[in-house]
């Protein structure tokens, strides 16, 4: 195992009716932006509770609505100027990853003294200060409730990069799981294949000796595999929906990362796809994520037979054979299996991606000079054999 310093400062408030606690995270007589995206909030009452909740607390609200899923460069930048005309004190972030990602980034640009804050994204230019900022989560999935990290699009130039710093951290996060209720069966699909993706990038690497890690990531793909049918129908129950919302927190708060070597090429490929061609976050990975299991079995191999047995139960080929390949071969079949269980598809050609896109996105890689997952071992010609793995 590798040394590591732990440190999440997030003050997670879960349960039922606490975003009522709201008055009590924000200090009184503040002025507060509060951050949503396109309307879900106003239409399941998640809004009406938060304006209930602020008024308790004599603050000067401005809202800023309007963010897209895949937040654009363009629309953070307008509330950044908000914020700094109205020096917004706080900011109160509404909504899914989308919504807490383009929050973390208004936090950080409006503070930021460089010339252009898109460095940020491209340089990984660091700030020096952020605006304080706390989040409702209305879609687990990404843990950005519970992380530093943020992703932004950039749609003029089909860019899409991620950002994090020590300050992008939020005050406090309350999880309410009755917020999933409203959720749609395609934000569920893209929840469950992300948190799941997500514990796969911090376990499926090789053996690093870290016990705790491992059955720690087990257990959370064990129990998204059991939470997968019911959580996809219409009447979710309470505590279906509650286990549900706290594996996507566990699944990328530092917690299962301790001590291990990560990969995120699966991540990194997928955020490509929606850079050119527009695909929803989770729908990416659902599509990557056997290829990169297909392409890197050999330096894989160790955990892809550990996973296959601890999480799928499956120890032999589907011949019934013990030799690993067919192993393999059985439990990338399973993964796929399990995508489309819930109501991913699992292949380029299901939204029409041909070898053109293939091309520009190795292109891209080539000459960034990216070699990503476990210690570089994903090179551009790797990417280009896993998304043609994928067609
Ligand atoms: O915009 P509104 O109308 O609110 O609708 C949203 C949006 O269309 C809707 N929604 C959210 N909560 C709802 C709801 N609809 C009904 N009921 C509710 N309770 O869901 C749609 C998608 O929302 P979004 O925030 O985009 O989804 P998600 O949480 O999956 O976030 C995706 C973004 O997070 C990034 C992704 O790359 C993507 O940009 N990620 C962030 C990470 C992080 N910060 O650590 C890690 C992840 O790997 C990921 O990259
Ligand atoms: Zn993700």
Redesign the pocket.
Known sequence: MNNFIFNNPVKLIFGKGQISRLSEEIPDGIKIMIT??????K??G?YDKVITALKKCNSDIIEFGG?????DYTTLMKAVKICKDENVDMILAV???????GT?FIALASKYKGDDPWDILIKQAQVDDAIPFGTVL??P????EM?N???V?RRETKD?Y?FGSPLTYAKFSILDPE??Y???KR?IA??IV?IF??TLEQYLTFDNKAMVMDRWAEGLLLTLIELAPKITKEDRSYDDCANYMLTGTMG?NGFISMGVVQDWAT?MIG?EL?AQKGL???QTLAIVYPGTMTVMRKEKKEKLLRYADKVWNITKGKDGSKDSDAIIDAVIEKTDEFFRSVGQKTRLSEYGIGQDTIDTIVSKFKSANWNIGENGIVTPSKVREILESRL
């Not at 949503?36 to 909030?41: E, P, V």
């Not at 963010?67 to 937040?71: D, G, L, Y």
């Not at 999935?141 to 950005?144: D, E, I, K, V």
């Open positions: 949503y995206g396109g309307g879900s909030i239409r399941n998640v963010i897209e899923a895949n937040p909504g899914g990853g989308s919504i807490i990602d973390k209305t879609l999935a990404t843990s950005s992380n990290g943020g992703v699009s899409k991620s917020v999933i409203s959720l749609p934000q893209n929840g992300d993706a997500h990328l991540h955020h929606t929803d976050h989770g």
